[in-house]
């Protein structure tokens, strides 16, 4: 199969070849962005929970005093919601302010692997647009040195650099507006995996405040007596 009859086959190989040298690094943003879309789409899709049914399951559980129990409750399973659950419960017999404590260091490793990999959405919807610019005015570049050489006899070879212009600008928004919505749906997804942390975290802080008021409590009523 020759050279045509692929185009005839694959009309993008086509445009592809007519875009220049710019649709390269076009193509390798599209790579790496349908890459981490892939990749974002099921890490979020672990890190999901229903936070308020988890919640109550625990707390029933902790109302009860089973700690270990509810500590093997949060390793069944995955996502930041159970991992900062899980050290906090882990230190349970350390004071309230270790437990915060160690709920602020797992949410920040959480935090971290939520925002993993937004960066280079964010960068990709910021350089396709600007990699098609630049195809652009090569593009014209080209347009007017055929000008130059050949003046108005062949318009043909005008067309070829205009061409170039128009497929590589294109071909930069047919990458960037795809990545741009799927960078704020993500978004979107680590705000509400976030807020679904911070109610987890205030609701251990405060049930192992309680218990540690109570213990007091307890223990200064035994003194008394």
Not at 28 to 47: D, G, L, Q
Not at 87 to 100: M, N, V
């Amino acid at each position: 199969m020759d050279v045509n009859s692929w185009y005839e086959t694959f009309p993008l190989l086509d445009y592809f070849d007519k875009g220049g040298p710019v649709m390269w690094p076009l193509l390798a943003c599209s790579i790496v962005a349908v890459t981490f879309i892939i990749e974002r789409f099921w890490h979020y899709h672990k890190a999901s929970i229903d936070a308020p049914e988890f919640l109550d399951r625990i707390g029933k559980v902790l109302q009860k005093g089973k700690i270990k129990e509810a500590t093997k409750m949060c390793e069944a399973y995955t996502g930041p919601v159970a991992s900062i659950l899980k050290a906090g419960l882990l230190r349970y017999d350390r004071g309230k302010e270790e437990i915060e404590r160690a709920i602020e260091a797992s949410g920040s490793l959480e935090m971290a692997r939520l925002e993993r990999g937004l960066v280079v959405l964010a960068s990709v919807a910021n350089l396709a647009p600007l990699l098609g610019f630049l195809g652009t005015v090569t593009g014209m570049i080209n347009s007017f040195e055929a000008i130059a050489k050949q003046g108005l006899n062949n318009p043909a070879l005008v067309s070829i650099g205009i061409s170039e212009a128009l497929i590589t600008t294109a071909g930069g928004l047919m990458i960037a507006i795809p990545v741009l919505a799927f960078y704020n749906y993500f978004t979107s997804r680590v705000s509400k995996i976030v807020l679904d942390m911070e109610e987890s975290s205030a609701f251990l802080v405060e049930y192992m405040g309680d218990l540690e008021s109570a213990s007091k409590a307890a223990a200064a009523q035994g003194q008394s007596l």
